[in-house]
Nanobody
Framework: QVQLVESGGGLVQAGDSLRLSCAAS????????MGWFRQAPGKEREFVAG????????STANSVKARFTISRENAKNTVYLQMNNLKPEDTAIYYC??????????????WGQGTQVTVSS
């Protein structure tokens, strides 16, 4: 099993920045890709960004590509999501995931509990 714990969410104003963190523990050798999804109220959960174990491969949703950057620190088993120039439409619960096979999975086997990001206008 893999345990994922997110942190770094909060209430910010439009144009501000936040950095989310996701710390992995447990059988960390069971997965290769980690990343982020988000789910806004009344909407489906959507892929945001993913990164390979080496950090050499990343994938970012077009809607946030110019503003969000994913990175990884393997020594800490931690993945980060740097979010700049936040907009009200970025308001959502952000979920960390881990997957064995896909950088942008549809249904990853491991999820964190989520962290709330709220952007006021």
């Amino acid at each position: 099993q893999v345990q994922l714990v997110e942190s770094g969410g909060g209430l910010v104003q439009a144009g501000d920045s936040l950095r989310l963190s996701c710390a992995a523990s447990g059988r960390t050798d069971n997965y290769y890709y980690m990343g982020w999804f988000r789910q806004a109220p009344g909407k489906e959960r959507e892929f945001v960004a993913g990164i390979s174990r080496s950090g050499g491969s990343t994938s970012t949703a077009n809607s946030v590509k110019a503003r969000f950057t994913i990175s990884r620190e393997n020594a800490k088993n931690t993945v980060y999501l740097q979010m700049n120039n936040l907009k009200p439409e970025d308001t959502a619960i952000y979920y960390c995931y881990a997957d064995h096979i896909y950088i942008a999975p549809s249904r990853p086997p491991y999820w964190g509990q989520g962290t709330q990001v709220t952007v006021s206008s």
